[in-house]
């Protein structure tokens, strides 16, 4: 993530203090924790994990230059055992960079430090994504840092023109492209605004019990995706990976994809990556999740780790760091509202933007937001069995509203 020397730095306060500039140097070294997706945690990751973590501490150095920075590279699924570990031993991390979620898990435990920010600090940035890392208290689970929105990647050469509908998803695809769908439920959740089910599963997770228009809805949707499943050149994955493998490859023509995989691509498929919003619907837009990730605190820091934490941290936000990542990069958008992605001049941050609208106008966030881990494996695995015919889609619609908390019927 590349950061620019912001012109004044200055320190956000920790339970409530207030802003304090940098009056003296700081010394020491930051342990820092990066939790990835367990399927995506592989040698090309970490390399990237490195180069990441060397431009952000050469940045950082210009203005503390005796500060270092020592990075470890963890699954999110491996973090709570390992912290579990490590707090007890007095070894927990300084910071982690998390996705929201995994923040909110971690904070639950107790696993986390929870933190305050001065108004001054959070009212520079995204308010959805402040609300959703406060905390009844008033703490936050971690401070945003950026966002990483779902979009619609492809191979040039083969698509000339991207599908804006799912009816041209599967015209394109009845015509030969390749396209690769992913089960699990932040990178299937797209499909449910275009089919009309977002309501349904958001109303559900919100505890309502369902009713004959919930089940209608989403028997629609299942619907759906097992006509898309029978489709001769539509091949459904279980995770996001696979996808990014076979696009590289060749195999896969269209997938959905986590903005953060656009520099991994690239590095493939050079100018014939193309990249765009994903497709609308019958009912309406797209209806994708955008990853937020954050910057958690660990339990063990002393004042003086805390006092870099912080600072590092602020440095993060700052509008010339935000702004650089972006440009820089062009895989994540900024949260820091001071900084306008350059839509013009990017077709793949217009993309970026785009996806981040329709997750905006959508309420996807509570598949991530509002369940567990073991919710969302059981949601991928019924789905699987659906699609395996192991199961009816009578008892696959009755597995999802139990699954998403519409026992209850009426």
Known sequence: MGLAIPLLATLGGCQGQRLQPILRPLEGTLYIAVGVSQEALDTELQKEVRERTALLQ???????????????????????????????????PDLLLVNESTAQELARERLISTVSFPAAVLDQLDAGSVLRV?????????????????????????????????SELLAFSAKGMEVGLSLDAASLAWT?????????????????????????????????????????????????????????????????CRSINITRLRSRLGKNLGVSPLPSGPFGAASPITRERVLAFGVNSSPDQRQLALALARFAISPLHQRDMVLRNQYVLPVNRKVAPPVSSSSVVAAMVEGRKQSIQSSTLRLEGKTSKGQRDA???????????????????????DLLGGERSR
């Open 58 to 92: 050469a940045s950082f150095r210009t203005l503390q230059p005796r500060v270092r920075l020592q990075v470890e590279t963890f699954t999110e699924e491996r973090l709570r055992n390992e912290l579990l570990v490590r707090n007890r031993t007095g070894l927990s």
């Open 134 to 166: 406060r905390r009844r208290d008033g703490t936050l689970t971690g401070l945003p840092l950026e966002l990483q929105p779902l979009v619609a990647c492809f191979d040039r050469r083969r698509v000339s023109r991207t599908p804006a509908t799912l």
């Open 192 to 256: 449910l605004g275009p089919l009309g089910a977002i309501d349904a599963v958001s109303d559900l997770l919100a505890g309502k019990p369902a009713t004959p228009a919930m089940r209608t809805s989403l028997d629609g949707w299942l619907q759906w995706l097992r006509a898309a499943d029978l489709q001769q050149h539509v091949t459904v994955y279980p995770t996001e990976p696979e996808l990014l493998k076979e696009l590289m490859v060749g195999s896969l023509d269209w997938i959905p």
């Open 379 to 401: 949601w991928q695995a019924l789905l699987t069995r659906f699609l395996f015919d192991d199961l009816s889609q009578e008892d696959t619609l009755k597995g999802l509203i």
